[in-house]
């Protein structure tokens, strides 16, 4: 993704934090507004949208094959959730205004063509495949030649998907990929977030990788870090109380924040492959054993165990030369507390 770097996203850029805003606006545009000043004060790198409407996303049908089941929207068939999630395309400028009013990079995910095209004309940096949606390879290669960064989640995805998503990609000329794992449950156990996977789809297929999570609280976001993660995406909301389809799997503006400052100490945490020793660590090095004279030591005796030891501090001979020094002969009267040293002893 560093051909354009319109997002800074890759090695030598922190995590990109992402706060998803769904539909934690709950069909108002006021409070879509102070989410998206929210997800700023919180932390966040980004702020991202779903941009689709009921008809483009499904067919108004109560056929058993729409409605819903074992999920936290039970009861609804697909149109009627649809229609109660999804964010009016006539708000999108506005709240693209806002975003940028805040520093805030803004971007979606569209669902069919006519939304792709409604983004373009908003000159979106950056697209995100929706989990469901990776297997429509005609949006994707849609979205791909537009020559901007793409980003897909693999929530539902078996290898082959992911291998035909990065082909569509490829196949228009676009090599600005990227793969969240994500698990798609609502809210996602813990057990089932297999991080290592993180790593994995890096080293498997050649991209940057991050996490689209569903998992409550940071602890996932955080281990992703220690595995690689580039990209972070929570669902983001005001207050949970005021309800909502994706309320009770979104973070608050307080527990934004502190998973934000977790994930930082995370990378700071991580490092690199260092083994030369800071000037701390250096000095630390006084508090190691070295070779001591415990007992004090006349002129032309030996050195034994008894009167050499290895003790800390550390400003003696290094212990490796214990073996060497005993049997060795003393220069000259030592004095107990005396750091050893090859000057002192023949």
């Known amino acids: 993704m560093k051909e354009k770097q319109l997002i800074p996203i890759g090695e030598g850029f922190p995590v ?41 996303m499904t067919i108004n049908c109560n056929k058993e094959d729409f409605k819903i089941k074992g999920t936290i929207w039970e009861g609804k068939n697909l149109y009627q959730l649809y229609q109660e999630a999804y964010t009016p395309w006539e708000w999108h400028e506005e709240l693209f205004k806002v975003a940028k009013e805040e520093s805030l990079i803004c971007f979606s995910s569209p669902f069919d063509f006519s939304s792709v095209d409604f983004l373009e004309k908003l000159n979106v940096p950056a697209y995100k495949i929706a989990s469901f949606e990776i297997t429509d390879i005609p949006l994707i290669e849609y979205v791909a030649s537009k020559g901007k960064p793409i980003i897909l989640s693999t929530g539902i995805a078996t290898d082959e998907d992911i291998q035909l998503a990065i082909a569509a990609c490829k196949k228009m000329g676009n090599n600005q990929i990227a ?87 995370a990378e700071r945490a991580i490092g690199a492959v260092n083994y030369q020793l800071t000037d701390k660590q250096q000095s630390g090095r006084t508090f190691s054993r070295s070779l001591y004279i415990v007992k004090d030591v006349k002129k032309g005796e030996m050195l034994t165990p008894e009167n050499v030891r290895s003790i800390r501090p550390g400003y003696g001979m290094h212990p490796k030369y214990y073996s060497e020094v005993l049997g060795k002969i003393a220069k000259s009267d030592i004095e107990k507390g005396t750091a050893l040293s090859f000057e002192l002893i023949e």
């Open 16 to 56: 990109f934090i992402i706060a998803e805003l769904s539909a934690n606006h709950n069909g108002s545009l006021e409070t879509a507004i102070e989410t998206i000043r929210a997800a700023k004060r919180a932390g966040a790198d980004a702020i991202k949208f779903q941009t689709y409407t009921a008809d483009t």
């Open 179 to 265: 793969l969240l794992k994500c698990t798609s449950s609502y809210p996602a156990p813990i057990e089932e977030a297999n991080m290592v996977m993180v790593r994995d789809l890096a080293n498997k297929y050649g991209v940057i990788s991050g996490l689209s999570d569903h998992t409550m609280g940071s602890t996932v976001a955080i281990v992703s870090v220690c595995f690689g993660a580039k990209i972070i995406e929570k669902h983001f909301i005001l207050d949970r109380s005021v309800g909502g389809p994706d309320a009770s799997f979104s973070m608050n503006e307080a527990e934004f924040k502190q998973m934000v400052i977790a994930v930082r100490e």
